[in-house]
């Protein structure tokens, strides 16, 4: 390590940038173990080495250590015993089991799906341990089968070509039912979004059925309708979805339909949320809940005054639609964009929409998904549930 690059090997920060390292010493592959040095020659830990990503180096451990496949077992045990302490109730069956670098396995991602599990392999390092690692995982979680979703953008990054498909077991059915405490939803494991399903927002659509009782709610950038399906269990008055994904917005319907909801309160609307809103808005719409859950909007840090101007502009439409009193849960899912910045730009929307509104909570991430104190940028959903005055 470059000596001036050493401070953040010191705090355990899991990465090592390219510009950090002074000299590789040997030949190592993609994935292989190395030892990481200071400069004065002792070793600070091991980790992957990745030729390709200017993440050259992700620790496995802070300590010279070495890394077998006992060494995954642990790491997948404790990862996957610590989500029975997360008091996540029997009927959910769809959550988290190791969440990357927060769980100490740099780029691996395991969700479970009810009785099939989905991983992703999104860094040099696990993919060069991938069978053990799956060895370890079928030894550790009874499974119906194992499905692979190798499909990130950050697997481009590490030099991996993309790899989807059945790794072992059966091959899962086209959609999967899966119970979230007193709800049912259908996942498509296979192509829908991340793994399937957003199951990082699972609190936040629980949340938002306590307050749904009676209440006409817009929830844009719908998906499948996980935060619909909530609202109407809690009583919702009528729900408008708004995707871009017709195959999205079918799901939903299903999804009502499995869960004897009144179909009757759930409307879909096709198309470009950034355009409704603010047809919405022209009409004069009255909502008493406005969900907005877009996608990541910041892919760089040079992309972020772009993505600021595109929450701006949908929470400005949302505090215009929201009746005195009503509620406003907003998200922003782009790592990049730091919780304060955020916080700021829902400051400004409400400041243009003449509003006054209050921060009643601040969301985030499910409980599944942890954050490693040492790994800060593991939190990269953040939320705010306002309530305009009146
Ligand atoms: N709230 C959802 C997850 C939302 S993910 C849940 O809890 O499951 C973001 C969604 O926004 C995706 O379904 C995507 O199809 C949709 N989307 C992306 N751009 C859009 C746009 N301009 N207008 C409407 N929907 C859009």
Redesign the pocket.
Known sequence: MKKGRYASVVRHHPWIFSGAIEKVIGNPGPGETVSVRSEDGAISGVGAYSPFSQIRVRFWAFKDREIDNSFFYERLKAAIKSRFDLAIPSTTNAYRLVNAESDGLPGLVIDRYSNFLVCQFLSQGVEYWRDGIIAQLISLVPNQGIFERSDGDVRQKEGLEIKTGLIIGEKPPNLIEIMEEGCKFLVDIKSG?KTGF?LD?REN?ILLSRFSEGARILNC????G??AVWAIKGGAREVIN????RI?LDLAEENARINNLDQGRMQNIHG???KILREFTNEREKFDIVVL???KFAMSKAGLPVAARGYKDINLSAFKLLRPGGLLFTFSCSGLMQHDLFQKIVFDAAIDAETEAQIITRLTQAKDHPTALNFPEGTYLKGLMCRISG
Do not use: E, K, V
Request: hydrophobic share 30%.
């Open positions: 979004h957003y927002q659509r950038f719908s998906y499948t996980g935060f708004i995707d871009s994904s999205a470009d949320a950034f859950d877009p996608p």
